[in-house]
């Protein structure tokens, strides 16, 4: 089965899938941490999240509110994008809408039962939120695998 992290760059989902988990659930924390940073996401539903991420603990919590934000912040891309198609709306808000709600899902992504699918799910919408520049993504990355 082909991962969208694959559709990327097959290599680095090759090295993420060959990680072991330990390892994979590094990869997924901090660089859904940097793409969360890097939008600048304050949502206060992700706030027990980040802070579990950001202690390193294999906390697992409760997604609900998590979960409900990220919806929220796709919805809140999918309605920038409509105000951009009518003529009403800016580029650059649908784009920082957007990035933000990806941001969100590498958040949850990280929290994955499967700590490579949550690794490879992470990497694929931390790369979408950072303006599709895998190459702080990719330094992050390297520092848990070398």
């Known amino acids: 089965m082909v991962n969208r992290l694959s559709l990327v760059d097959a290599t680095l989902a090759d090295r993420i899938s060959a990680a072991g988990p330990e390892a994979q659930r590094a990869v997924a924390r901090n660089v859904a941490l940097a793409a969360a940073e890097h939008v600048g996401l304050d949502d206060e539903r992700l ?31 999918f309605d920038a994008q409509d105000r951009v198609d009518d003529g009403t709306g800016s580029d650059d808000d649908y784009a920082r809408a957007f990035a933000k709600a990806r941001a969100a899902t590498a958040l949850v992504a ?25 190459g702080p993504l990719r330094d992050t990355i390297e520092q848990v695998l070398s």
């Not at 603990?57 to 509110?65: C, G, I, K, N």
């Open 47 to 77: 706030a027990s999240i980040l802070a579990i991420l950001r202690a390193d603990v294999s906390e697992a919590p409760d997604l609900t509110r998590a979960n409900a934000a990220v919806e929220d912040l796709d919805n809140a891309a």
């Open 110 to 134: 990280a929290f994955a039962d499967d700590p490579a699918e949550g690794a490879e799910d992470a990497i694929y919408e931390a790369y979408h939120a950072t303006d599709e520049d895998m």
